[in-house]
């Protein structure tokens, strides 16, 4: 990575204190693809056309910028939901008649939905299918470095739905994207003519946003769901995902053959957070932290 010149470090003031195992889960556990470690340990990521540092530091969240693309600080706490909504609904979750709920939360304190780009998560989750999280990364890499337009060093933003809709087989087939070339192409040339289609979804209802984003190519339940949580804050979607089948499973004792009705228990069981808790037990289903069904 290119040497970037940065502001000195600052703490980010958060209404609850984030722990270096939290941060790490946050930033590369499957809400986005774009944060990177460097040689020291910490976490440099793009935000926008801002280019970001993190850190934990004696129980803070530490923060720096680059000179050339300076994030704000008003950004930033939006994007770590600084002023702790999310930990007012962790706390109406039902914790502390759920056991398994109760133990996934003790394993990863403080973990939020961050405030994601839509756009990016759309992109994001488009490369999904049926993909590991450090292959999503590659492949997302891959689209900014082939096709993005450069913030600061070699660090690029993801290409527009303009570019995308145009982009030539040998572009998109230079991203090892597979099959998934065509479900972004394919979605680039929906969006390109609605540039406003951030603003026109985030007016939809959180079904009708899920709907409305299943008649995207390449955007089925699952996609659709995770977009939902982590590109429009919809905290009360519940994306089932293998991760949740077998957390639901084993520690719930569910039997159900089709995803839908996981969904629908999530979403009954646990609420209008039902994304969080979905969060804290997926990331505790990837650390085998999971209590067992009783």
């Not at 970001?52 to 693309?69: D, I, Q």
């Not at 659709?224 to 804050?233: D, E």
């Not at 089932?240 to 969904?263: C, H, M």
């Amino acid at each position: 990575m290119t040497t970037l010149s940065w502001t000195e470090w600052r703490t980010l003031p958060l209404s609850h204190p984030v722990a270096e195992k939290t941060l790490a889960e946050q930033l590369d556990g499957g809400q986005s693809f774009r944060w990177e470690k460097d040689k020291d340990g910490d976490w440099i990521g793009p935000l926008g056309n801002s280019i970001v540092g993190l850190r934990c530091a004696k129980n803070n969240l530490e923060w720096r910028t680059c000179f050339s693309a300076v994030c704000k600080e008003d950004f930033l706490s939006s994007y770590f939901d600084a002023q702790g909504r999310q930990a007012m609904l962790v706390d109406h979750l039902p914790w502390r008649s759920d056991p398994v709920l109760h133990r996934a939360l003790k394993n990863f304190p403080g973990l939020r939905i961050l405030k994601h780009d839509p756009h990016e998560t759309l992109i994001g989750f488009l490369c999904s299918s049926n993909k590991r999280i450090l292959q999503i990364r590659q492949m997302v890499a891959n689209l900014a470095n082939q096709l993005g337009e450069p913030i600061a060093g070699s660090i690029n933003q993801l290409p527009s739905w303009s570019v995308l809709a145009q982009a030539t087989d040998a572009e998109l087939k230079a991203c090892a994207l597979g099959y998934r070339a065509n479900f972004i192409r394919n979605t680039a040339r929906v969006l390109e003519s609605q540039p406003d289609w951030v603003g026109e979804f985030q007016k939809l209802s959180t079904p009708d946003l899920i709907e409305k984003l299943q008649t995207l190519p390449g955007v089925g339940p699952k996609v659709a769901a995770c977009v939902a949580l982590f590109g429009f804050q919809r905290l009360e979607s519940f994306p089932v995902d293998t991760w949740i089948v077998q957390a639901l499973s084993s520690a719930y004792g569910l039997n159900y053959k089709r995803p839908v009705d996981f969904e629908t228990f999530g979403r009954i069981h646990f609420g209008s957070a039902a994304g969080l808790a979905q969060q804290y037990l997926f990331a505790s289903a990837r650390a085998g932290q999971l209590l067992p069904s009783a």
